[in-house]
């Protein structure tokens, strides 16, 4: 099957759509850099790749530390004018930015599935996630703020490339909401076309927003521990996490670390395939590459084999390849599940993480190949990996331990519920976990044990949009918790001596039913 570029989506079109849109923040060979209510040219260029076929798209310009410092002055400046603003005001200004981030709603997308992969049903879901949610909260704002004050400095927001605009986009413009200032790190993977153009738009309503590319080594100490920083929001890895959350442990500044964990669905007394299928499918969105996203399955040694009856044929037809490719011209873009990986240095070492695993003893039950995707003709393919499974990943194996973060799964049998509960809670906390059991009561009783902040019982969960909280149990949070009427308080001040729901070095305060 001969396949071509769907017209119109050429990168060269699209960056040429975003300059026209915002020609302020779009150089020649660069991405400019938004501080002190301007787009400036400098910073030292570094080539910006799509994972897509390894083509470059432009590049970054990175700034030092001493010009992001400059920019937290600035920032802070503008926070203390936007704080005294009345929230009419503030709500009309972000309603503006809304109405048009949603005229450019399908540009927002296709940049999207260029600079990091995602299939187009799914990254329109990016965009609309975030529209949607800010919609939400600015009708339920004046509730949500009665009685609470925005923090004394602006929130630093420094979140990885897989969702730029439901994740970062969308928390800075209810922090904006709440009263604060906000400064964003252009995640250095992927995203920052996305969030150049969203940031432009933002400042057109003028909202105090800084949008800063650069190392996070070198920007961390300013972004992360500078005292005019109000608060701290990450959401990445453990590894990088654990490092900003090292920064704060002589500040009593306000954060929100969300880190991965390696979410579970454990199976146990159960015979209710068709529903399972459902959800197995779904799973493998995005390849995995998401915080919520289900890579184990600890399985009772009875049900295996009704397990894998339902499991290969779904794992076995996932659809990957090139997401803009289409037969002729004229059809509509691929119903894909999976792109690239974000890079293909990714995808080569989650090839060896397989690798190791099986070299150590874990039983390949499925190995996709590259061959079963859609691609173009002679694109460079490097940053695909075909949907992989693995029965038993030996005790050293870091696939049995950490998130893979792309769709590679590894299946645990279990005798035993003890065992059950201990294979679910591998990495020491997790945000989301399940568990398929026809006994819901049970399912209940085994939930208590299961060390994530979330758990369904015959269904997954997520971040959640509008009213859900969010956040993590163990090594997977720390700091506050959001969502819903949480993400404001967060970002806000309440009564002397308030206490938050959150995870930190005191204390840990969970929601009702969490």
Not at 344 to 354: C, D, Q, T
């Amino acid at each position: 099957m001969s396949l071509t570029l769907a017209p119109g989506t050429a990168w060269n079109d699209v960056l040429a759509r975003v300059a026209a849109a915002a020609p302020e923040a779009v150089a020649a060979d660069r991405l400019r850099n938004l501080y002190a209510g301007r787009w400036h040219d400098g910073g030292t260029p570094a080539p910006l790749r799509t994972p897509v076929d390894g083509t470059l798209l432009t590049s970054l310009a990175k700034v030092d530390a001493s010009t992001a410092a400059e920019a937290v002055r600035a920032a802070t400046a503008a926070h203390l004018l936007w704080a005294g603003t009345p929230l009419a005001d503030r709500k009309a200004r972000v309603a503006a930015a809304v109405e048009a981030l949603t005229l450019h709603r399908d540009l927002l997308a296709l940049t999207l599935v260029w600079e990091i992969g995602k299939p187009w049903r799914l990254a329109c879901a990016d965009v609309d996630r975030a529209l949607d949610g800010v919609r939400w909260y600015a009708e339920q704002i004046d509730r949500q703020t009665a009685g609470r004050e925005p923090l004394p400095g602006p929130v630093s927001n420094i979140a990885s490339w897989n969702y730029p605009m439901s994740v970062l986009v969308h928390a800075e413009l209810v922090q904006l909401l709440a009263g604060n200032a906000v400064i964003a790190k252009t995640p250095s993977q992927g995203g920052a076309v996305c969030l150049t153009l969203a940031h432009a738009l933002m400042a057109r309503a003028g909202l105090p927003v800084t949008l800063l590319s650069g190392s996070g080594e070198e920007l961390s100490e300013v972004l992360v521990r500078a005292p005019e920083i109000g608060a701290v929001a990450f959401v990445g890895g453990r590894s990088n996490g654990g490092k900003v959350a090292a920064a704060l442990l002589d500040s009593d500044k306000r954060h929100f670390i969300e880190q991965e964990g390696l979410n579970a669905w454990g199976i146990w007394d159960f015979s209710q395939w068709d529903l399972l299928a459902g959800h197995l499918r779904k799973g493998f969105e995005y390849g995995k590459q998401r915080c919520t996203a289900y890579p184990r399955f600890v399985v009772q040694r009875d049900l295996v084999d009704a397990f894998l009856d339902v499991y290969l044929p779904v794992v076995k037809a996932v659809r990957f390849g090139h997401p803009l490719a289409v037969e002729t011209a004229g059809d509509p873009l691929p119903e894909l599940d999976l792109g690239p990986l974000i890079s293909a240095a990714k995808a080569g070492e989650l090839r060896r993480k397989v690798d190791e695993a099986v070299r150590g003893g874990a039983i390949p039950l499925h190995r996709g190949s590259g061959s079963a995707g859609r691609f173009l003709e002679g694109q460079d393919t490097s940053a695909y990996v075909a949907p992989t499974a693995l029965l038993a990943p030996p005790g050293r194996s870091r696939l049995m331990h950490a998130e893979p973060f792309g769709p590679v799964d590894t299946i645990i049998v279990v005798d035993t519920q003890d065992e059950l509960l201990s294979a679910m809670n591998a990495s020491n906390g997790a945000l989301v976990a399940s568990l398929a059991v026809d006994d819901e009561e049970l399912g209940a009783k085994l939930a208590q044990d299961v060390h994530a902040f979330k758990v369904g019982i015959n269904r997954p969960r997520s971040r959640g949009d509008r009213d859900e909280c969010f956040g993590g149990r163990g090594a997977s949070w720390k700091g506050a918790f959001v969502g819903g009427d949480l993400l404001v308080h967060a970002v806000t001040i309440g009564e002397p001596g308030e206490r938050l729901y959150g995870n930190f070095p005191d204390y840990s305060s969970y929601p009702p039913g969490m």
